[in-house]
């Protein structure tokens, strides 16, 4: 790892103070660099308090809610930070939204103003919206939009008069970010300065980050990982962002090379796709060194630090909690999300919330270990925030275990699990079985209605197979049958060219549940395939 000194930041715990300080630290240095443009630390500065001059002038007050609906870029850098210049709430969108989806975060979250590019603004003249005054557009508007909110140019922004920084306390909410609202209308997480500082420093310690460093980004900025676990770490340590806001196989080494890029995150396909390209001479001529994630395949763990030279952390964060464990605390350990950071505390708690003994899978339940270590609620939800916190424990509704160690394993999201025949069954431990054998390039494993009921399930897998060609089903099956449990080898198996995924990466399940068994959907039963009885 590079050897020299980070420079602390010894000030409070804020977010636009925080930036200050790097720009008197580091002032020309490159802060962001796209494949487009670059931006220095000064720059930063210069545009962020520009932005929230503009935002003063429209009559954005602090703790106004404010929308940021664009592309990976510079101007989405200089939005976010302008937000919290003007010491007003970020509340960034998934750029795929639209629709009832896109209303329902404006009309939630009340924002009175939006960031948005110009290909999306047809958007807002589809949805109902009482709260939104303002839209700031990156872009030209090719089509006339009759609405009742007033349109400005992002360009118009810049080139307002810098503004003065609007003084914060680290308990001002910076940033609400939306859950994906999988059981139920999409809740916002509120973040102040203090936890959006404690998000990162986990990644910071954890990596060893210094300011020698360089972070590759390749995480849309509505997303924590681009926001936060990069973007705002590699801030506090001087680091310049490589910022992409997408991943692509073709030429991905030649631009970590190029960049010059010493840490990134990483999806879990992210590990396969670039393992099974050819081998190459150069597959070792770069910087980089570390990256972290969620679901690598455990067999390419150590296989993949040995082609590529970079050491992958497996980790466990979410909106709410940010990084709950993998970093920071102690050495990784293969097959786990790591020891639970310093700065919370996790109990695997049965549905009573007692606690359950080592190895016993369980709910994971987190709580701060120091003042504001965590988010601080849901927007507009205090029912939902009460019943999130019963017993004082975050319920994060994952089902997981802790070994004899301490160390974190996670097994599924609870809602993601297959009950069959009384038996509750990981999808992630399917996955995990079934992405090891030969033909398989990806795979997601869920719950398919069974012919006996309703209520009983079968376990179904899609598999999108490898570039060599796909798997004999039969032979598959039977190499299932001697490698899984039981009650857990798939009854029905299906070929997809891709999961269905979103713009960060988790694929889409409801959406293979909703599609079923289909017509060329594989039976194992109706193959003749039993698992054997033990």
């Avoid at 750029?95 to 939006?114: C, Q, V």
């Avoid at 139920?184 to 998000?199: C, E, F, L, V």
């Avoid at 999806?267 to 690598?296: C, I």
């Amino acid at each position: 790892m590079p050897g020299s000194t980070t420079r602390v930041y010894q000030g409070d715990w804020v977010v636009s103070s925080m930036l200050v300080d790097r720009a008197e630290q580091f002032g020309e240095e490159i802060a962001f660099a796209s494949e487009n443009d670059s931006a220095s630390y000064a720059d930063l500065v210069d545009r962020a308090s520009r932005v929230g001059a503009f935002l003063a002038d429209i009559g954005i007050e602090p703790g106004d809610r404010v929308a940021t609906m664009l592309p990976t870029n510079l101007d989405y850098v200089a939005a976010w930070h302008g937000i919290v210049w003007r010491n007003a709430i970020d509340v960034p969108i998934n750029n795929e939204f639209k629709g009832h989806f896109l209303e329902h975060i404006l009309r939630d979250s009340g924002a009175r103003a939006i960031f948005i590019d110009a290909a999306w603004v047809d958007r807002l003249a589809q949805i109902e919206l009482s709260d939104l005054e303002h839209v700031i557009v990156q872009g030209e508007i090719e089509s006339d939009i009759s609405s009742n909110f007033a349109l400005h140019s992002f360009d118009n922004t810049l080139a307002a008069d810098p503004g003065p920084l609007v003084s914060r306390d680290d308990a001002d909410p910076t940033y609400i970010m939306y859950t994906s609202g999988t059981t139920g209308p999409a809740k916002g997480a509120i973040h102040n300065n203090r936890s959006s500082i404690h998000y990162i420093m986990p990644f910071v310690e954890g990596l060893e980050l210094t300011d020698d460093d360089v972070c590759y980004s390749m995480f849309p900025l509505f997303h924590q990982m681009g926001r936060s676990a990069c973007s705002t770490a590699a801030l506090w340590v001087g680091n310049r962002v490589a910022l992409r806001g997408n991943f692509r196989v073709h030429g991905f080494w030649e631009d970590i090379r190029a960049s010059g890029a010493t840490w990134m995150g990483y999806f879990g396909a992210t590990v396969p796709f670039l393992y099974n390209q050819e081998p190459s001479s150069a597959d070792r001529d770069h910087k980089m060194t570390r990256a972290f994630g969620a679901s690598a395949p455990l067999e390419l763990m150590e296989p993949w630090k040995e082609r590529f030279g970079v050491t992958l952390y497996e980790v466990y964060g979410s909106t709410e909690v940010g990084l709950g464990s993998g970093l920071g605390s102690g050495p990784p350990k293969l097959g786990t999300m790591g020891l639970p950071c310093r700065q919370v505390e996790l109990m695997i708690a049965d549905e009573k919330d007692d606690p359950v003994p080592p190895n016993v899978v369980g709910e994971a339940l987190w709580r701060p270990r120091e003042p504001y270590a965590i988010f601080q609620g849901y927007w507009n939800c205090p029912q939902e925030t009460v019943d999130a916190f019963r017993n004082l424990w975050f319920h994060s509704g994952d089902a997981g275990f802790v070994d004899e160690d301490g160390y974190f394993v996670f097994t599924d999201r609870i809602k993601d699990s297959v009950r069959r025949r009384g038996e509750n069954i990981s999808s992630f431990e399917v996955e995990a079985s079934v992405r090891g054998e030969p033909g398989v390039m990806e795979c997601a494993a869920f719950a398919a209605v069974s012919e006996i009921a309703d209520t009983e399930e079968e376990v179904m897998i899609a598999v999108v197979p490898s570039p060599d060609g796909a798997p004999d089903v039969e032979a598959l099956f039977r190499r299932l049958c001697e490698t899984m449990p039981r009650h857990a080898v798939p009854r029905y198996l299906r070929f997809v060219d891709e999961l269905p995924k979103t713009p960060t990466q988790r694929v889409q399940k409801y959406k293979l549940r909703e599609a079923g068994v289909t017509a060329d959907t594989h039976d194992r039963e109706a193959l003749g395939i039993f698992p054997p009885r033990s």
